[in-house]
């Protein structure tokens, strides 16, 4: 079965830390780019941060750059999301999401997370909430 599942979503406070995790089966792990996204309230999807286990630079959105990195365990396909400095505004469900490479792995993963409505492969989210 093809699916991803987040989790390590949770209550921190501002200017805390927190790590999500995307667990991925069903596909081939280095074929696909791993996108991360958050919705928060009233607002729309934003896709933040993307990585590939193909290249060495991930992909991060301006709004959390400096403070969040990726990672993956190829061994293990599992996709980190690791938040640093964490501001209320980071409150939001977060997902992941899965698309196949096409072309270079960072132009994937630039489509991904700008244009993120055609995607099909989708995790259920998880919760992060900043809060004092």
């Known amino acids: 079965e093809v699916q991803l599942v987040e989790s390590g979503g949770g209550l921190v406070q501002p200017g805390g830390s927190l790590t999500l995790s995307c667990a991925a089966s069903g596909f081939t792990f280095d074929d696909y780019v791993i996108g991360w996204f958050r919705q928060a309230p009233g607002k729309e999807r934003e896709g933040i941060s993307c990585?590939?286990?193909?290249?060495?630079?991930?992909y991060y959105t301006s709004s959390v750059k400096g403070r969040f990195t990726v990672s993956g365990d190829a061994t293990n396909n599992i996709v980190y999301l690791h938040m640093n400095g964490l501001k209320p505004e980071d409150t939001a469900r977060y997902y992941c999401?899965?698309?196949?490479?096409?072309?270079?792995?960072?132009?994937?993963?630039?489509?991904?997370?700008?244009?993120?409505?055609?995607?099909?492969?989708w995790g259920q989210g998880t919760l992060v909430t900043v809060s004092s």
């Open positions: 990585f590939s286990s193909r290249i060495n630079n991930a």
């Open positions: 999401a899965a698309d196949k490479i096409v072309g270079s792995p960072l132009a994937s993963c630039l489509t991904m997370t700008t244009m993120d409505a055609y995607l099909e492969l």
